[in-house]
């Protein structure tokens, strides 16, 4: 199956609504947007730009033809816009040191400023083993995660570009990581709108509501990628409609998707290891709620695609779940609401059998998440690395 990378820029501001209500009542007048399209938005925005390329039948065979598709993302970028067409490539590829990836931030690492310091650190949480007669109510066994400091989250580092974050999965204990950049996602832009009458066409006295905006921004810009296993040739480039409202975005074919698979030092680092960190790129979406189910009873199992590697959870830094509904238009009526395990959600692991190199191999950026169709829709893409 071939793959293709795009690349998918807002040309207005999108809308990315949650799932808060927004009707004509007080308390509701306000649609407010996500900091990002959620997986499922993007499979679905993209598989139509497939299926009106390929003249599916929507009444027929179509939204089965599309739910195949296998689509992996967003993965945010941000960069000149210039250079962005020209996905980062390995070092030295066009554009590579004015782009970069930006991974919602780990939630193991801490970016805070302590008593005594002029300029922010690091606190890493790792996973601490209790002194004798002390306990927790963790489920499971699972062991506590260890803070070394009384102190306030910094705020401004939603996003990691992918050079430090790759530094930071490379260090098993998290002491000396560098700080990253203050990346703090895209820009909030809110309108204000008035309510207008349908028999007149004019506006509505008082009715005024607000609209939550995610912009794209100029200098520098954002992004998102993609991929996309399509088992037929097609080519995605033009202008297309995303997200509420039915905004305009613009979709590229980038030449080169290879800086995803730039891992050699990373994987040397994971050859043999008995301790692996899995990183959530995208909110997962698992049976257990936070925990992944193919973990089983047991917190132990193989993750989809690596039945020849086996793991057992000892920890996990899952910060507040996050609910994911939508439109369901073959049925004709709204998906039920689950909730998702969110992007920079950490699970410490620990090797049971296998080698742990084959994960940054076979499921470096893949989906791990429980349900087949889940996958598919690219809830759950995993980053690995050492604790």
Same mark, same amino acid.
């Given at each position: ?6 690349n ?11 799932? #808060?209500?927004? &009707?004509?009542e ?10 990002l ?6 499979? *679905?925005f993209?598989? =139509? ?27 945010? $970028?941000?960069? /000149? ?7 980062p490539?390995r070092?030295?590829?066009r554009?590579?040191?004015r %782009? ?10 801490? %970016? ?10 690091? $606190?890493?949480?790792?996973? %601490? ?11 499971n ?7 070394t400091?009384? @102190? ?10 992918a /050079? ?11 002491? *000396? !990581? ?6 703090? *996602?895209?820009e ?6 008035v ?6 066409? &004019?506006? /509505? ?9 995610? =912009?794209?921004?100029?200098?520098? &810009? ?11 040739d097609v @080519?995605l ?12 975005t613009? +979709? ?7 800086w995803? #698979?730039g ?11 008995k301790? @692996?960190?899995? %990183?959530?790129?995208?909110? *997962?979406?698992f ?21 020849? @590697? =086996? ?12 609910p994911?509904?939508?439109? /369901?238009?073959e ?11 969110? !992007?920079?959600s950490?699970?410490?692991?620990? +090797?049971?059998?296998?080698?742990? !190199? ?7 950026l893949?989906?791990?998440s429980?349900?087949e ?13 050492l604790?």
């Open positions: 199956m071939r793959e293709i990378w795009v998918i820029r807002g040309i207005d501001p999108l809308l990315f609504r949650d799932g #808060r209500p927004f &009707t004509n007080e308390g509701a007048l306000h649609a407010r947007s996500l900091p399209p959620l997986p499922g938005t993007i499979a *679905g993209l598989r =139509s730009q497939m299926g009106e390329r390929l003249g599916w039948d929507w009444n027929n065979q179509g939204p089965a033809m599309a739910r195949a598709v296998p689509v992996a993302g967003p993965i945010p $970028m941000i960069g /000149d816009p210039v250079a962005i067409p020209a996905c490539a070092a030295g590829g554009g590579a040191d %782009v970069s990836v930006a991974i919602p931030a780990p939630a193991d690492a801490v %970016v805070c400023k302590r008593e005594g310091e002029e300029s922010p650190s690091i $606190m890493p949480l790792r996973p %601490v083993s209790l002194e004798s007669g002390a306990g927790c109510d963790l489920p066994g699972l062991l506590p995660l260890n803070v400091g009384d @102190v306030k989250p910094e705020s401004g580092y939603q996003f990691w570009k /050079d430090v974050l790759r530094q930071w999965l490379e260090n098993a204990t998290g002491e *000396g !990581a560098a700080v990253p950049e203050k990346i703090g *996602g895209l909030t832009e809110e309108r204000v709108h309510g207008i009458r349908p028999e007149t066409s &004019t506006s /509505d006295e008082g009715m005024l509501f607000t609209v939550e905006y995610r =912009s794209f921004g100029e200098r520098p &810009t954002w992004s998102l990628l993609a991929r996309i296993r399509p088992e037929s @080519v480039r033009g202008v297309a409609c995303l997200g509420g409202e039915r905004r305009l613009v +979709v590229e074919s980038p030449p080169d998707g290879d995803a #698979r891992l050699e030092p990373l994987r040397n680092a994971l050859d043999g290891a301790r @692996v960190r899995m %990183v959530l790129a995208t909110p *997962g979406l049976d257990g709620g936070w925990k992944p189910g193919w973990l089983g009873d047991g917190l132990r199992g193989s993750p989809p695609g690596r039945p020849d @590697v =086996s793991l057992r959870l000892v920890s996990a830094a899952v910060p507040r779940r996050q994911v509904s939508g439109w /369901d238009y049925k004709g009526g709204p998906k039920a609401v689950r909730w998702m395990a969110p !992007a920079g950490v699970y410490f692991l620990e +090797v049971a059998s296998g080698n742990a !190199a084959d994960l940054a191999d076979g499921l470096w893949e989906p791990v429980d349900r169709q889940d996958r598919r829709d690219g809830y759950g893409l995993a980053l690995w690395g604790w």
